[in-house]
């Protein structure tokens, strides 16, 4: 059976109506262009304007100088002008009677001395003559009427009143009237040839910015959708991730309550895998990886969805599934791809798995759950060598062994005396240097040695006592900080929260109360949470990881890239840190898939002022890829296992083994 290319299935989840890059720089920026234009054409008229008031002003100096030349200083003081002094004034100005209209020579107290038109009174405009007679000219435009106001006709005309000097003394004024309708028309033609030029230029480049910025726009869009969809799909397989199959769980559960029918859930991880991949090689493990996904794309229904969760993990969800028991012999059908053996070069190799199967809503109503459901099947499955295991509540945390290590825990949290915490130094990857510790628990079990989180943690969750595990690592670890601030090291330490913590506000109160008590600045404290804890219940979550802000306290996203978080619920969160999948990290050298979706998760994190950091970093060559990738910082084998106090501690100051190598 041809199976459908997952890649044309994902579907990314559109972000908060916006205007599109296009448009928005359109609108701008002729807004811009019209301003800049109108400014422009503005100042260029007004340019010319003046230069034209002052060539006026220039013209009319010449002929009042010509005018004044050969009356004595007594005309002016006299106030008056013989015959032949007035027709010796009229010829002076001969040679300006192409532009000339009038003229008047007016004494220091306002007569009138001399007049072009033959009058022998009239009044000064007082305040101009004033300025003219402290020595500056006054040039000014005006629209003279001749005739009455049915037939008149108007002239424009530059009237200027100058300074008129004898022996270099003001003795008065000339108020010059000159021909302005050359003048402005000349200035009209200029300021029409400016608005075309203005107007014509800032087009040709609004087009040329407007297609620039179009072409550009297409281009990261297209770029932006390829990133979204490599963030969906796995880059070995090119199976859809875990996020994708999040989000198809969640529209299918929502088809399934609405038309009343069941949606099955199976899982299975490869047995024995990691002996193969230490036996074999990496990259045999993954051509073993990716011939399973080949088989089991091949053998499912249409509508059914084939995921990688990471590493030897698969899951298939089944929408519209009759009952459980067909879910059952789905998952036994699945079983049955793995009977022919794996051709790996030229080595046939005999692979088995372990598969879980579980039904909603016969054994969960939610995704979250339907899913640890069938992670339970599976681990009943491979705990019984079953090969396919339906879920059964009786498996359900009933095992006696799972009993008598709940017994064990119940004991071990009374006592506190075999709990503890270890530190993994967290290496700013361009300073090699130490900048932070995550916190981690460790059981130190009288009998089993010491245990990892991930065998007790899970089975304090589903009991209810995660909570009391929680208040035992806040506790110890705000101790700790105390301590080593109290020797001069003040490094920010992070502790996990679960799901479970983060849905109560007492969690806020009690790190409050630490702080206090052991007089720790609340920048010296980090709460990680899951993303998929964020996903499950916003509505509570969220409120809670507001009040840690509050308090001072920084919040990071950890496993961040396997949940379904959207960009708007990150822009609406108070987060400060990111913490990339080691499943991301893991694969980072194997292709360059991985990197591109690292690389988008580090700019779309930078761009929320967030810091981003690696955990699972486990040689030299992933840390020299993150550096390059920009980022942060990281964690991991190569720099540090996670180790107790007195192995970080020298002479009260870190121990320069986990001050990173890079």
């Not at 991949?277 to 045999?284: A, I, M, Q, V, Y």
């Not at 110890?476 to 920010?492: D, K, N, T």
Request: contains cysteine; hydrophobic residues 45%.
């Amino acid at each position: 059976m041809i199976r459908p290319d997952p890649s044309r299935e994902v579907q990314v989840p559109s972000p908060r109506r916006r205007w599109p890059l296009t448009r928005y720089f359109a609108v701008v920026s002729i807004v811009a262009m019209l301003v800049l234009g109108c400014a422009l054409i503005l100042t260029t008229g007004t340019v010319l304007r003046q230069q034209a008031l002052r060539e006026g002003a220039a013209a009319a100096q010449s002929v009042a100088q010509y005018a004044g030349a050969s009356l004595p200083q007594d005309a002016y003081t006299l106030g008056l002008l013989e015959p032949a002094q007035r027709e010796l004034v009229a010829e002076s100005v001969t040679g300006f009677s192409d532009r000339l209209v009038g003229l008047r020579l007016w004494t220091r107290d306002g007569g009138v001395l001399y007049d072009s038109d033959a009058a022998a009174t009239g009044f000064p405009d007082w305040e101009r003559l004033d300025t003219a007679l402290r020595g500056t000219p006054d040039a000014r435009v005006i629209t003279e009427v001749h005739g009455d106001s049915l037939g008149g006709t108007e002239r424009r005309v530059l009237n200027v009143y100058v300074p008129t000097r004898v022996e270099g003394t003001v003795v008065g004024a000339a108020e010059v009237r000159l021909d302005y309708t050359g003048t402005a028309q000349a200035l009209a033609s200029a300021s029409r040839l400016v608005t075309g030029v203005v107007v014509g230029g800032l087009g040709l480049l609004w087009i040329l910015l407007f297609r620039t910025v179009r072409t550009t726009s297409r281009r990261l869009q297209s770029t932006a959708l390829d990133n979204a969809r490599l963030a969906l799909l796995d880059s070995l397989t090119g199976l859809p991730n875990r996020r994708m199959l999040a989000d198809r769980l969640h529209r299918s559960i929502e088809k399934a309550n609405a038309d009343g029918t069941r949606v099955g859930l199976v899982l299975l991880d490869v047995d024995r895998f990691k002996d193969i991949n230490d036996s074999l090689g990496h990259d045999r493990g993954d051509e073993l990886l990716e011939q399973v996904a080949s088989r089991l794309r091949e053998c499912l229904r249409d509508d059914d969805l084939v995921a990688r969760l990471g590493g030897d993990e698969f899951a298939v969800l089944l929408p519209g599934v009759r009952s459980p028991a067909d879910a059952e012999q789905l998952a036994h059908r699945v079983r049955g791809v793995f009977a022919t053996p794996f051709p790996l070069g030229d080595l046939p190799l005999h692979v088995d798995t372990s598969i879980g199967v579980a039904v909603l809503p016969d054994h969960a109503q939610d995704g979250t759950t339907l899913m640890r459901m069938a992670d339970v099947a599976m681990y009943t499955a491979k705990t019984h060598r079953l090969g396919v295991a339906l879920y059964s509540p009786d498996e359900d945390d009933s095992s006696p062994a799972r009993l008598v290590l709940l017994g064990d825990l119940h004991r071990a949290l009374a006592a506190s005396a075999e709990l503890e915490m270890h530190y993994q130094p967290k290496i700013d990857l361009v300073t090699g240097e130490t900048v932070g510790l995550e916190a981690l628990m460790r059981w130190r079990h009288p009998t089993r040695g010491l245990l990892p989180p991930d065998l007790f943690v899970p089975l304090a969750e589903q009991s209810g006592l995660i909570h009391d595990l929680t208040r035992f690592a806040l506790r110890a670890s705000v101790r700790q900080i105390a301590r080593w601030r109290a020797h001069g090291v003040c490094l920010p330490v992070a502790v996990n929260l679960s799901a479970h913590d983060l849905t109560e506000v007492t969690v806020v109160e009690l790190i409050e109360s630490l702080l206090e008590e052991h007089s720790v600045p609340p920048e010296l404290l980090e709460v990680e949470i899951t993303e998929t804890a964020l996903v499950a219940d916003p509505s509570r979550v969220v409120p809670v990881l507001r009040r840690l802000a509050d308090v001072g306290v920084r919040v990071a996203i950890d496993d961040f890239g396997i949940g379904n978080t959207s960009i708007s619920q990150l822009l609406d969160l108070p987060v400060a840190v990111l913490k990339i999948d080691r499943l991301f990290v893991t694969d980072l050298v194997a292709g360059e898939g991985s990197a591109l979706v690292v690389k988008a998760m580090v700019d779309l994190a930078h761009s929320f002022g967030l810091s981003v950091v690696a955990e699972g970093v486990e040689d030299a060559e992933t840390a020299d890829l993150l550096r390059g990738l920009q980022v942060d910082q990281a964690q991991g084998f190569w720099y540090s296992a996670a180790r107790p106090p007195s192995e970080l501690a020298a002479d009260g100051r870190l121990a320069p083994t986990i001050s990173g190598r890079i």
